[in-house]
């Protein structure tokens, strides 16, 4: 924070041309900074809680209306005790609890402004410095602190989740030495990829861990050129950027051409993310590690017009929920609600449920609680699928949800019943003759890992690290560059749905 005593965070800006930014290679110098024109900023000088006139806290373990688990599977509860929330010494502090029970607590901030959004022709960056909590290793299982966006529509819409965009500007799991940028928009499945969104695969902290110090995370938004631009940065330095045309114009309109975005600080415990990467929390993991906020900051630079500067509180009651493109809309009323949700089908990759219901009547399908399509007719295909993965499904209609059906791949049908026909048949087809294998390391450098494994040479492979894909490959060998030594990289390969397990390398 900029307060007292303690030292400026110098960030290097990228260079300006006479219309508006231009682009860098991440390391570049800069030859002149851009005149902002700061909109927010909370330095956290008070005590106590958060400041009611700039912040929000949500409680309990969803939205109202919202999927359960705020459509995440995390496990704690959000509170508003100063035990897992407060201001003080000039910064903010987020601290997650367990209590004698092994129930989980922790906090939620989120900004009242909802309106953060460049000007046309401008550039927005949100910044923040912030350190992660400082537990690493078995102690950290389940630790899952961010520093994000979300869009407004979300306010009066609780299911209008990911068209409507979200930036993790900060995101970080099981006390590991990466920050992730992440874009989520679209539909699940869709052009963004989701539910893993359009992300950089984790980019380290250097000279210190994510964990043992502060860093600056920060995120532009940039509107200057032909085509918008998101840049992610840690301390300065670019690790991560998505052009608009990366996806199709409708996606990007309805991540961009709402209000805005409001800005979340929190530390979740347990789900999604934390389970692709070794689960947890166990009787391991060391409650009572705060992540730290110093400061954070919005500013503007350019623009044909300037955004408003005048807070935007949401209402207390939030306004009937507007449709929004990617989100599910009023099912047509039907005489039978949908019951006896089951599995129908599975393939490597993909699982199909069938229930009952009239047979042109609209339904909702979700997921963990998360609306991811509306299909005409009773029954649904979920593809892009992992092994060894439990996933729960319901089906809504005319105001009646089925009880959750858990199922993983490979789950034999539920019903003696045939699966519901459209006519056409899927072909499931057998998993590759020779599936990749028997992962191993064949060399390393001072900064990269080079990995081979079994499968055939003329395949296509997508290589993990730390469960997120970062790349595809044709042939059995790939080299990750960049690394850092004493620095534990966990790697994995996928083709056709098959997974091989996972291994642990260093440099050296």
Request: net charge negative; glycine share 12%; proline share 10%.
């Amino acid at each position: 924070m900029y307060a007292g005593a303690k030292p400026l965070v110098v960030i290097v800006a990228l260079a300006i041309t006479a219309l508006g930014l231009g682009v860098l290679a991440s390391g570049s110098v800069a030859a002149a900074a851009p005149t902002w024109q700061t909109t927010f900023r909370d330095d956290f000088s008070g005590s106590g809680l958060p400041n009611t006139d700039d912040w929000q806290l949500t409680l309990g373990t969803s939205y109202p209306g919202g999927p359960a688990a705020f459509g995440t599977g995390e496990i704690e509860t959000m509170t508003n005790s100063p035990d897992n929330v407060n201001v003080r010494n000039g910064n903010l502090y987020i601290t997650p609890q367990r209590d004698a029970g092994g129930a989980w607590t922790s906090a939620r901030v989120e900004s009242n402004r909802a309106n953060f959004k460049p000007a046309a022709g401008g550039v927005m960056q949100v910044e923040s410095r912030v350190q992660m909590p400082n537990v690493t290793g078995p102690d950290a299982f389940g630790y899952w602190p961010a520093f994000w966006m979300l869009g407004s529509p979300y306010r009066a819409d609780r299911w209008s989740w990911p068209a409507i965009g979200e930036f993790d500007i900060m995101e970080n799991v099981q006390g590991l030495n990466w920050s992730y940028g992440v874009v989520h928009c679209g539909t699940w499945g869709g052009p963004c990829n989701e539910p893993e969104g359009l992300n950089n695969g984790g980019a380290p902290c250097q000279v210190t861990t994510c964990q043992a110090g502060f860093h600056t995370y920060s995120m532009e938004w940039d509107r200057t050129g032909p085509a918008d631009q998101l840049r992610w940065y840690i301390d300065g330095n670019l690790t991560h950027k998505v052009d608009q045309n990366q996806v199709p114009a409708q996606t990007w309109s309805s991540l961009a051409d709402h209000a805005g975005y409001f800005v979340i600080f929190n530390v979740a415990i347990g789900g999604a993310f934390p389970n692709k990467l070794g689960g947890g929390p166990s009787a391991a993991t060391k409650p009572g590690v705060p992540m730290v906020v110093d400061y954070v900051e919005v500013k503007y630079a350019g623009g044909q017009g300037t955004p408003t500067t005048s807070p935007s509180t949401p209402p207390s009651t939030p306004p009937p929920p507007t449709p929004v493109t990617g989100t599910p809309v009023t099912s047509t009323p039907v005489t039978s609600t949908p019951s006896n949700l089951r599995v129908t089908g599975s393939t490597s990759g993909s699982l199909t449920i069938g229930w009952d219901g009239p047979a042109t009547a609209r339904y909702d399908v979700l997921r963990s609680g998360q609306w991811i399509a509306q299909v005409t007719g009773t029954v649904f295909t979920d593809i892009g699928l992992l092994p060894n993965t439990p996933y729960l499904y319901s089906v809504s209609a005319g105001g009646v949800t089925t009880p959750v059906l858990t199922a993983t791949l490979g789950s034999a049908p539920t019903t003696a019943s045939p699966p519901p026909s459209n006519g056409t048949s899927t072909p499931t087809g057998p998993p590759p003759a020779a599936p990749p294998a028997n992962l191993r390391v064949t060399a390393t450098t001072s900064s990269t890992i080079s990995l081979a494994w079994d499968g055939p040479p003329t395949a296509d492979y997508e290589v993990l690290r730390s469960g997120i894909r970062i790349a595809t490959v044709t042939g059995a060998a790939f080299t990750d560059v960049g690394l850092f030594a004493n620095t534990p990289y966990l790697y994995s390969i996928r083709a056709n749905g098959v997974t091989t397990a996972q291994i642990t390398a260093t440099i050296g």
